[in-house]
């Protein structure tokens, strides 16, 4: 089946550094991708959908600033998360549409946890 | 936009007790998808239901998509130690395809 990889799969920042996490889709090209951020015991919220080419679409209340995504090609998107705080914490998960006959499926990203000290 | 509740928020089962999980909506929904987290894993797409009244099967997993398309629900027969994750619907919300906004989850825990 489709593959999606997310890397690094965690990583320890102090506050005030940035983070870059990167999303790929190993075995297909995806126009889209799409970003979500899930807190402990918590649903996934959807961020932002990343295309290739061109801008991020970000949903409302997410800052556009503090989140930069960049969907370089169609197998690599990214998401840096600028000058994280501690409430920046969360799980970060991606995922990639592949079409499949008449219908698109989501494939998701194995997800980063992203500790802000 | 549109939203969807879902319940029950946990739910704990002996071993090979059923499992229902239910969706519900304020408004028609285009269609509905079904997703598995495993702790600490990502989601993993299970079905998505398109048509009023579908009821689709995968082993001992039944969904069904109610007839005014507001509704839906998983349901597990005889759970399995396998079974245990949080199950997700989750809508697709348009405009772009998988766009999803997802329900808070049901947790399952299947005691042995």
């Known amino acids: 089946g489709a593959v999606v990889s997310q890397h690094p799969s965690w990583v320890i920042c102090k506050s005030g550094t940035s983070v870059k996490i990167e999303c790929r889709s190993l075995d297909f090209q995806a126009t889209t991708m799409f970003w979500y951020r899930q807190f402990p015991k918590q649903s996934l919220m959807l961020m932002a959908t990343s295309n290739e080419g061109s801008k991020a679409t970000y949903e409302q209340g997410v800052e556009k600033d503090k989140f930069l995504i960049n969907h370089a090609s169609l197998t690599l998107s990214t998401l840096t998360v600028t000058s994280a705080h501690p409430e920046d914490s969360s799980f970060y998960i991606c995922?990639?549409?592949?079409?499949?006959?008449?219908?698109?499926?989501?494939?998701f990203g194995p997800g980063t946890r992203l500790t802000v000290l | 936009g549109q939203q969807v509740m879902q319940i029950p928020q946990y739910q704990h089962v002996q071993e090979g007790e059923d499992f229902t999980t239910y969706c519900n909506s304020s408004t028609t929904l285009s269609n509905i998808q079904w997703y598995k987290q495993r702790p600490g894993g990502h989601p993993v797409f299970l079905i998505q239901?398109?048509?009023?009244?579908e009821v689709k099967k995968q082993k001992r997993l039944t969904f069904q998509f109610g007839e005014a398309k507001k509704n839906s629900s998983l349901h597990i027969t005889a759970t399995q130690t396998t079974d245990v994750g949080t199950y997700f619907c989750?809508?697709?919300?348009?405009?772009?395809?998988?766009?999803?906004?997802f329900g808070r989850g049901t947790q399952l825990t299947v005691w042995p």
């Open positions: 995922s990639a549409s592949r079409l499949a006959g008449y219908t698109d499926t989501q494939y």
């Open positions: 989750a809508l697709d919300r348009g405009s772009t395809l998988g766009r999803l906004y």
């Open positions: 239901l398109v048509k009023s009244g």
